[in-house]
């Protein structure tokens, strides 16, 4: 059974940074692409980034480039978040997501799914 669990979610304010985790527990020993998704009240849910298998390669939504970084410890099967610069507009449910691919991380199409951190940005 395949687990995805966020954690370091919360309030800060603007200009702020948080540190988003997700520990994962069974998925295959290699070849899963990691992404990070958002929600935001009334929204639909948004890719924010992703990370391949090897971490060579990442792609990320233009609205966070430069200001978000995603890294995994695949020896842990972790995936990371940093937010650094957080505006408002970046508050949303953050969740992570898993797909089975040894290719670069697509924006949708995620078979695995955690049940989401809360991150809200003051103002």
């Known amino acids: 059974q395949v687990q995805l669990v966020e954690s370091g979610g919360g309030l800060v304010q603007a200009g702020g940074s948080l540190r988003l985790s997700c520990t994962t527990s069974?998925?295959?020993?290699?070849?899963?692409?990691m992404g990070w998704f958002r929600q935001a009240p009334g929204k639909e849910r948004e890719f924010v980034g992703g990370?391949?298998?090897?971490?060579?390669?990442?792609r990320y939504v233009d609205s966070v480039k430069g200001r978000f970084t995603i890294t995994r410890d695949n020896a842990e099967k972790t995936v990371s978040l940093q937010m650094n610069g957080l505006k408002p507009e970046d508050s949303a449910v953050y969740y992570c997501?898993?797909?089975?691919?040894?290719?670069?991380?697509?924006?949708?199409?995620?078979?695995?799914w955690g049940q989401g951190t809360q991150v809200t940005v003051s103002s």
């Open positions: 997501a898993a797909t089975v691919t040894a290719g670069p991380p697509p924006t949708g199409g995620y078979q695995y």
């Open positions: 990370i391949n298998w090897s971490g060579s390669s990442t």
């Open positions: 069974g998925l295959p020993p290699s070849n899963y692409v």
